[in-house]
């Protein structure tokens, strides 16, 4: 068998550039879809799941251009499609975030069931999509697609309770409540340092958005998102 032979006494030290958190990460970049401008993302971590999810964002039309390692530049004035690609949307769980940003900007999306890592089943929206219903939304899945549609108008600000924390529902939640008409009370929501990140760059881009990291999450819609800037929170895990 292998075994490790430590001798202690030697001091640490030296320097770890911790990455940007990786869960925020994959919230933010399709929550840039909301944004009528230039946002600017830095503090991106170096992984598939965030290469995968930038892919997503070219394909359905926004401009993407790398300023180094760990920033980008996202345009999405031009999106020409709410349907995200099958292929690369199977590949990651996060796919499901684009249902709650392309739904609350163009009252419409067409995403794949989400992928990522095999859990044993099905991954269960039915959270998500209680709340998407209770903003006036129609979900259906068929065809490995979850289809949602905001038929008339905006969506319809509400109240939602969620029957079990949820950090992926009340992340797809908030998103598609930030231009809805009104306001919109998540009660029962997770409260995860991304989770606050997410508020918080939605904030920084105009959203009004207030309780993230606590149980009760107002919004309260605005009109319109505007470009700007903002840096990822280090990974906790990390």
């Known amino acids: 068998m292998t075994k490790y032979i430590i001798q202690g006494g030697t001091p640490l030290f030296g320097e770890v550039e911790i990455s940007g958190a990786k869960n925020a990460a994959v919230a933010i970049i399709p929550a840039a879809l909301l ?3 230039v946002c600017r993302i830095e503090n991106i971590p170096q992984i598939s799941d965030v290469t995968l999810c930038l892919s997503i964002l070219e394909q359905l039309g926004a401009g993407v251009r790398s300023i ?3 920033t980008v530049e996202v345009d999405c004035r031009h999106i020409h499609s709410t349907r995200t ?4 949307a199977r590949r990651i769980r996060a ?8 739904l609350g900007r163009f009252g419409q999306a067409e995403v794949a069931l989400p992928g990522g890592c095999n859990f044993g ?9 209680k709340g998407f219903n209770a903003l006036g939304a129609t ?12 038929g008339e108008g905006r969506l319809k600000g509400t109240s939602v309770y969620l029957d079990v924390v949820s950090v992926g529902a009340t992340m797809n939640i908030m998103m598609a409540a930030v231009m809805a008409e009104g306001r919109t009370v998540i009660e029962n929501a997770a409260k995860e ?17 207030r309780g993230a990291g606590t149980d009760t999450i107002k919004i ?19």
Do not use: K, W
Not at 121 to 129: F, L, T, W, Y
Not at 220 to 238: F, H, K, N, T, W
């Open 35 to 37: 944004v009528d401008g």
């Open 68 to 70: 180094d390692r760990h």
């Open 85 to 88: 690609p099958y292929d690369l």
């Open 95 to 102: 796919s499901t975030y684009f249902i709650g940003a392309l």
């Open 121 to 129: 089943g099905v991954r269960p929206i039915d959270q998500h999509m």
């Open 139 to 150: 979900v259906v899945v068929e065809g490995g697609f979850i289809r949602a549609t905001a």
């Open 193 to 209: 340092p991304h989770i606050v990140d997410l508020a918080n760059f939605l904030n920084s881009m105009g959203a009004n958005i």
């Open 220 to 238: 309260r819609g605005v009109d319109r998102l505007r470009g700007g800037s903002y840096a990822i929170i280090p990974d906790q895990i990390e």
